[in-house]
């Protein structure tokens, strides 16, 4: 397997992953020597399958050029009998991350190539985004969550839109509820109005852009949006119908809508995948050797993932499409050690991709905390558990 040639780069150390003893707290300090093994971060990711934040995890930390640590840990559902998750084989639905690895390396490439400019009106790529107060609204706007719109359409009325057609023309109505560029309001419409910018400038949908000029160029070979049925054993559940897990089934109402592709949500790919595409970007946007080939200038990728909205403490920074530090949280996604030119993104069903350049660490840790929880906060119990990694993993790095 792929992964078992990847996993030689690991440390002697991480040779006693499988099989280590649960420890349930956060607060344990760390080691003498931190490192990437096992005794480093299994007690942190078990432990939020101990207090029922998610059924399964897997966690990636590597740099520009190697993988440092990679393992799965739990199931895909609370049955013991489920598959294992696994860092290659198990596909998470990647709910927002969706909006940094296609949504804005697509605009990344357009900008690039000079078919989109960042402060050019939305209107200008996408005509029918002409309401009252939207005209003046730019690209870079919808990119930083300045925008002014709302975060979502709220679930009693997206129930009863029936269908993409009737969503789309509703987002392109939405008007702003606070002046753009005077705050962040982190929008699910902002990402639906970028796919829209991406559809409309290549003249195809962004399933079809970002499949040709990002997932195939990067051997993101299992990345994509709308997975085919045949899948659907390997990919962790979001849901429960009837009694039944939901997989292989955006989840996420806006782009459920949308028919599974939206710039919002819908992606689906396994850890390893996610991995490859931080090292892309720490790469300056060239593929992995023996390739080398550039998709992408390196300041077109400093341009996007350098902060370029901050607020103040209590509100999040944000760069171009992803999220800076710091993240607005009294517990933060990132952890309290990765440096001040971090950049990362989350998603709802229980996905996170933190990049800290200046260390060159990544740390990738998926779960689908969105399938039947038995923490009575498990949203809460996954930023803690997130927080401790991201920590975990710059001490580790700081040390070695």
Known sequence: MVLTALLVLLQTGSATMAGSPPVRTLEAGPPARATFDAATFDALVQEGIHAGAYPGAVLIVGRHDTLLFAKGYGHLTWARTSPAADPESTLYDLASLTKVIATTTALMLLVERGQVRLDAPVATYVPAFNAAGTSAITVRQLLTHTSGLRADIPDAELKAIPDSAALMARVLRETPRVAPGSRVIYSDLNAILLGEVVRHVTREPLDVFATREIFDPLGLRETMFRPPPRLRPRIAPTGVWHGLSIAGVVNDGSAFRLRGVSGN???????????????????????????????????????????ATDFGPKSEARALGW??????????????LFGPHTFGHTGWTGTSLWIDPDRDLFVVLLTNRAYAPRARRPFTVLKQVRGAVADAAARASDAS
Do not use: H, I, N, Y
Not at 273 to 297: E, H, I, S
Not at 323 to 336: F, I, K, L, R
């Open 265 to 307: 949500a819908g992606l689906f790919a396994p850890a390893l995948d996610v991995a490859r595409f931080a090292q892309f970007v720490m790469r300056g946007g060239t593929c992995a050797p023996p390739d080398g080939r550039r998709l992408l200038r390196s300041e077109t990728v400093r341009l996007f993932t350098a902060k």
């Open 323 to 336: 999220q800076a530090v710091p993240t607005g949280e009294s517990v933060s996604s990132a952890g309290t």
